[in-house]
DNA sequence: TGGTTCATCTCGAGG
DNA sequence: CCTCGAGGTGAACCA
């Protein structure tokens, strides 16, 4: 374990310094005065300030000020950091293609830089994931309705992979949206195009009439069928109806509103039961 | 500028210098061998491994590794950082609250801790964003198309504020939604749901059939209209319709199927004009 | 490569 | 505080 820092270099050492680094593979910390100029998607500058200058063997340049978890400004992994003094300045370039982006930074002072093996160990084990709601509800389908039956997960259609399609105990197909956390409108469109699609694809015209402007009389019609008892299905088995089922541990209002529009349910369920 | 750097200290030396520079308002950088875990919003852990931990002043947490434009590891703005010396070990919590999270890392080895002040200079000046695709667009509203009048940004609607508002040159109302870069299916979403509340707080019933099921006939009755001279234009005055314009360099295929089905338009633009 | 969606998204504005 | 939408979003996955 050998970390390499140097206290207030010249701008010769620092590059020295730097391009060893580049060479080694070690990530590169550089503290500094210096300017930021990005020119790519989009362009920015900032002006003379003490930053702290993250170069990482990938590729990925971080510049952090001493405020927020974002950088100020960065580069993505795959770019290439080269550095040079050029007017009196230590002018570190990374630059990338596709799209083409350069980030360059440019230091009048040097407070400190170094360089650390950085090795191993990135491999992260993450809890709570909407994958954990997937796998909750297949092992558990009561969870969202009695008598439902998941029947696939990401299956596909013509609006993208549907989380969980499974049919409900009258055999209507449903079509399940996972969130793992509190969702706004947005969820309740993503959801409404799988339903559209699938009712597309399975040919179920209902009835022609706008699942934009139904006030939820659908849905009752679905819980009466629900309450009541088989015997009755004589000509509902052709005339099937695809459901669409939200399932997020809350929603704002607005996304209940535009739930209720389509005629689709919410279930309140987290990732991972409440301790 | 002071800049503090440790080599390889004891834990008590990491320990007194870590305290000293929370209260000195410091940037720390500590690298050296942890473990890490996460308790929050999710939950994680990883391994021992060589990594980078960065403590901001404004309570940020960031543990890198030689990989990635983000943290393997983190905490948000207005954390609080403490440390002590437990089993051995440096520990370092983060905590916050609202929601509840917690970020331990647990030194085994400290390799390296250095303490930077760094001051001012956040302010960045950035270009090519959506608000320059507006201006741009104010300036030139022909950009959108001949005799586009825009009336009002950010104007208020029931689905949120819409970027531009205006009207057409046969005195249509228009939504006007901006976005800089290329778009998928969910900018067209996010206009339908603008154009929609527009079109209930206007009265506009669109002859109750359904939007979603449009076949884009009304866009071409809209060109008719257009093309067509205005001395055609009878019993049209009352019935006006309202218009959705997506501006953006470009759209996705299936972007592109949900605008025409919806009877919408797409004006091709770039934030700044191309050099 | 592009398309689509998730994320401990982050961040800022507005009610 | 919540809600909403932008972002140089980033990152994973799949066709």
């Known amino acids: 374990m050998t970390v390499t820092s140097l206290h207030d270099p010249s701008h010769r050492e620092a590059l020295w310094e730097l391009e060893a680094a580049f060479d080694r593979g070690d990530l590169v910390s550089v503290f500094g005065r210096c300017t930021v100029s990005y020119e790519g998607r989009a362009a920015s500058d900032l002006g003379t300030g003490d930053r702290l200058l993250l170069l990482k063997p990938d590729g990925a340049a971080?510049?952090?000020?001493?405020?927020?978890?974002?950088?100020?400004?960065?580069?993505?992994?795959?770019?290439?950091?080269?550095?040079?003094?050029?007017?009196?300045?230590?002018?570190?370039?990374?630059?990338?293609?596709?799209?083409?982006?350069?980030l360059t930074v440019r230091f009048s002072d040097v407070h400190e830089l170094s360089a650390m093996p950085v090795t191993g160990g990135r491999d992260l084990a993450i809890h709570g994931t909407e994958e954990d709601l997937r796998t909750r509800i297949l092992e558990r389908p009561d969870l969202i309705e009695s008598g439902f039956e998941p029947r696939e997960t990401e299956r596909p259609s013509s609006a993208g992979p549907m989380d969980v399609f499974g049919v409900?105990?009258?055999?209507?197909?449903?079509?399940?949206?996972?969130?793992?956390?509190?969702?706004?409108?947005?969820?309740?469109?993503?959801?409404?195009?799988?339903?559209?699609?699938?009712?597309?694809?399975?040919?179920?015209?209902?009835?022609?009439?706008?699942?934009?402007?139904?006030?939820?009389?659908?849905?009752?019609?679905?819980?009466?069928?629900?309450?009541?008892?088989?015997?009755?299905?004589?000509?509902?088995?052709?005339?099937?109806?695809?459901?669409?089922?939200?399932?997020?541990?809350?929603?704002?209002?607005?996304?209940?509103?535009?739930?209720?529009?389509?005629?689709?349910?919410?279930?309140?369920?987290?990732?991972?039961?409440?301790?």
Do not use: M
């Open 62 to 102: 971080l510049v952090h000020t001493d405020e927020g978890r974002q950088p100020v400004n960065w580069q993505p992994p795959g770019s290439e950091h080269r550095a040079a003094v050029r007017e009196g300045r230590l002018r570190v370039v990374s630059t990338r293609t596709t799209p083409d982006e350069t």
């Open 168 to 275: 409900d105990a009258d055999g209507n197909p449903v079509v399940v949206e996972l969130k793992r956390r509190r969702v706004g409108p947005d969820a309740v469109g993503q959801l409404a195009r799988y339903v559209r699609a699938l009712r597309e694809e399975l040919g179920v015209d209902e009835e022609r009439d706008d699942p934009l402007d139904s006030d939820g009389d659908d849905a009752a019609a679905d819980a009466a069928e629900i309450d009541g008892d088989d015997t009755a299905a004589d000509a509902d088995a052709i005339d099937l109806e695809v459901r669409g089922v939200l399932v997020a541990p809350s929603i704002t209002d607005r996304a209940a509103e535009r739930l209720a529009d389509r005629g689709f349910d919410h279930v309140a369920l987290e990732p991972a039961p409440e301790e």
